[in-house]
């Protein structure tokens, strides 16, 4: 796998797990190809190339909210 998608997935994962997985797990995947160091450089990067931009609401999310907000059953929640 590549850096820049071990680091990606890093940033998904601490921003949506509640237990992420740790920096170690991501090292042990990799086959000890990368080192703590160049995942974290690379998620630094990415973070500033994107700006810190990363709260993109996905449909999923909006389909969450919006079901609270009109009380929409469970049925039709997960028929959506």
Do not use: H, W
């Not at 921003?15 to 000890?32: A, S």
């Amino acid at each position: 796998m590549q850096l820049v998608g071990i680091a990606s997935l890093l940033m998904i994962t601490k921003y949506e797990e509640i237990y992420p997985p740790t920096l170690k797990d991501f090292i042990y995947i990799t086959g000890d190809n990368y080192t703590s160091e160049q995942i974290l450089e690379m998620e630094r990067k990415i973070l500033f190339a994107l700006d810190f931009d990363i709260s993109q609401c996905t449909s999923y999310r909006f389909l969450e909210r919006f079901s609270k907000l009109s009380k929409t059953d469970d049925v039709t929640f997960f028929l959506s």
